[in-house]
């Protein structure tokens, strides 16, 4: 039998004769269909496990381009694409404003077979690192992410496309034209530049269930939203669906929004901070990183109102963040937005309380409470249900083997060398090791026997996961570059 719940929902579609379904891919792209009112009917029933779905789906990058790879068992080649399963949340249940108030539910994708989950399906990651949290700690991950994105015009040429595909055939990126000029951050004129757009943004993430508590201009043509705190699976849908809804309504006012990670190398990147916190299961007023008493012997100043189980969650971000790099930084482009510390990115292991220079920044409300950890090496790139499993599960690691922070904060460290400050030496500034500088040095590290990784995500995901991995790898070092031509072509 259906909880009552879920027969409310079914009898809330019970005229619309389509509706949206949509899984979550290795690339954090949605892939979906519309279904007919009398198939939806038929998968939600409880005898029912779902609908097929070709398991391609996980067989392919982002272009669709196969993968070739032994290592991805439920889509490779040779066993013929066959179908998965795709199970219907119906908890997911909300209606798309820009097309006439169509439902949408989203998806999780399991074995035809075995009816077990796909081990690269990104929902079915994070469930099992909230199952852990819950029924091993028992403990409530809450979450929030700020994203940024920035956009271009799409503005008519000769030829009378206004695609920015298009126009990228024949000109550089330096070139197409983009929604503001320059910097400014926190802008509210510019803002009223595109006023219709912006209050749309708003608009439809409260109508589409996708909740955000700010939104401001950052540095150049980029907007910052921030996904409203909520338990990481909501947050972790909420972050996909997020991307997907600025990618049609900005079509509306001939926009094109990215969130790749470095759009150009004269600007700032885009990211994607995760926030972080624990409650408890029963009592979700008690804060798990909170301290009540002032602790004077604590390791470090900034952290004499952290619990010791907060403290031991910090140090398991700060051991396990190395070996998780190609899920916080999943493309080729997202190595080129860290490490320039004046813009915030950070290129070491290291902390700081209330440090925009670290890599996690410690939010402590002192003996008020609301003690947070901000992660701040993600891109906006990144696959949201992957970088919470991610990051929860290293902090639970942590947790459990009760680890100790080890390192300063960077506040403490007080050489009074500028170029340590400005990240150049980012080795003697965390005392740690330093961040992977490629995606493929990344993988290198996410793929060691005995990384944190694999202890945490288990074997088969991190194989998996590597393999997607590395066909971008591949794809980028067969690629010659414009910036190899024009340097080389000439003078060699």
């Known amino acids: 039998m259906l909880p009552e719940g879920h027969k409310q929902i079914i009898s809330a579609v019970a005229n619309d004769p389509w509706i949206k379904v949509a899984g979550i891919d290795a690339d954090g792209i949605l892939r979906g269909k519309d279904i007919a009112h009398s198939k939806f009917v038929k998968a939600t029933e409880a005898s029912a496990k779902g609908f097929p779905m070709c398991s391609v789906v996980f067989g392919w990058d982002m272009t669709d381009e196969l993968y070739y790879d032994a290592s991805l068992p439920t889509s490779h080649i040779q066993f013929g694409y066959p179908d998965l399963v795709a199970k219907i949340d119906l908890d997911s249940y909300r209606r798309i404003p820009w097309e006439n108030n169509m439902p949408f539910f989203l998806a999780s994708f399991h074995d035809a077979k075995t009816m077990d989950p796909v081990s690269l399906c990104p929902r079915s990651v994070l469930a099992s690192q909230?199952?852990?949290?819950?029924?091993?700690?028992?403990?409530?991950?809450?979450?929030?992410?700020?994203?940024?994105?920035?956009?271009?015009?799409?503005?008519?040429?000769?030829?009378?496309?206004?695609?920015?595909?298009?126009?990228?055939?024949?000109?550089?990126?330096?070139?197409?034209?983009?929604?503001?000029?320059?910097?400014?951050?926190?802008?509210?004129?510019?803002?009223?530049?595109?006023?219709?757009?912006?209050?749309?943004?708003?608009?439809?993430?409260?109508?589409?269930?996708?909740?955000?508590?700010?939104?401001?201009?950052?540095?150049?043509?980029?907007?910052?939203?921030?996904?409203?705190?909520?338990?990481?699976?909501?947050?972790?849908?909420?972050?996909?669906?997020?991307?997907?809804?600025?990618?049609?309504?900005?079509?509306?006012?001939?926009?094109?929004?990215?969130?790749?990670?470095?759009?150009?190398?004269?600007?700032?990147?885009?990211?994607?901070?995760?926030?972080?916190s624990l409650v408890d299961l029963k009592n979700p007023n008690y804060k798990i990183f909170d301290r009540e008493d002032k602790d004077e012997n604590a390791p470090f100043q900034a952290l004499e109102y952290v619990s010791n189980a907060g403290r031991s969650f910090l140090a398991g971000l700060l051991s396990g963040i190395p070996d998780i790099m190609p899920l916080l930084c999943p493309t080729i482009n997202s190595y080129k937005r860290l490490g320039q510390r004046h813009y915030w990115t950070a290129s070491s292991v290291s902390w700081g309380f209330d440090n925009r220079n670290a890599s996690i920044r410690v939010i402590s409300g002192g003996a008020s409470g609301g003690t947070r950890f901000e992660c701040r090496v993600p891109g906006a790139d990144s696959n949201a249900p992957y970088v919470l499993a991610a990051l929860v599960g290293c902090g639970l690691r942590g947790m459990g083997k009760k680890l100790q922070v080890e390192i300063p904060p960077l506040e403490n460290i007080t050489t009074g060398n500028e170029r340590i400050i400005m990240g150049e030496e980012p080795e003697r500034m965390s005392e740690k090791r330093s961040l992977s500088r490629s995606l493929k040095e990344a993988v290198t590290d996410m793929t060691r026997k005995g990384s944190i990784a694999r202890e945490v995500l288990g074997d088969d995901f991190v194989e998996q996961f590597a393999a997607t991995r590395m066909k971008e790898v591949r794809g980028y070092e067969g690629v010659v570059t414009d910036w190899e031509v024009s340097r080389y072509l000439e003078r060699v």
């Open 130 to 276: 909230l199952s852990k949290a819950r029924n091993l700690y028992g403990v409530e991950p809450l979450a929030g992410i700020e994203y940024e994105f920035f956009h271009y015009r799409n503005e008519k040429n000769s030829h009378g496309t206004s695609s920015l595909i298009e126009l990228l055939q024949s000109f550089s990126v330096s070139s197409l034209p983009k929604l503001t000029t320059g910097m400014f951050t926190y802008s509210l004129t510019r803002t009223a530049e595109n006023k219709s757009y912006y209050q749309a943004i708003k608009d439809t993430t409260q109508s589409f269930n996708c909740p955000i508590d700010g939104l401001h201009t950052e540095s150049g043509p980029v907007y910052e939203a921030s996904l409203a705190y909520n338990s990481i699976d909501k947050i972790a849908d909420r972050g996909v669906l997020f991307k997907y809804l600025i990618k049609c309504i900005a079509q509306e006012f001939s926009i094109t929004p990215t969130f790749m990670a470095k759009p150009g190398s004269d600007m700032p990147g885009n990211s994607g901070h995760v926030h972080i």
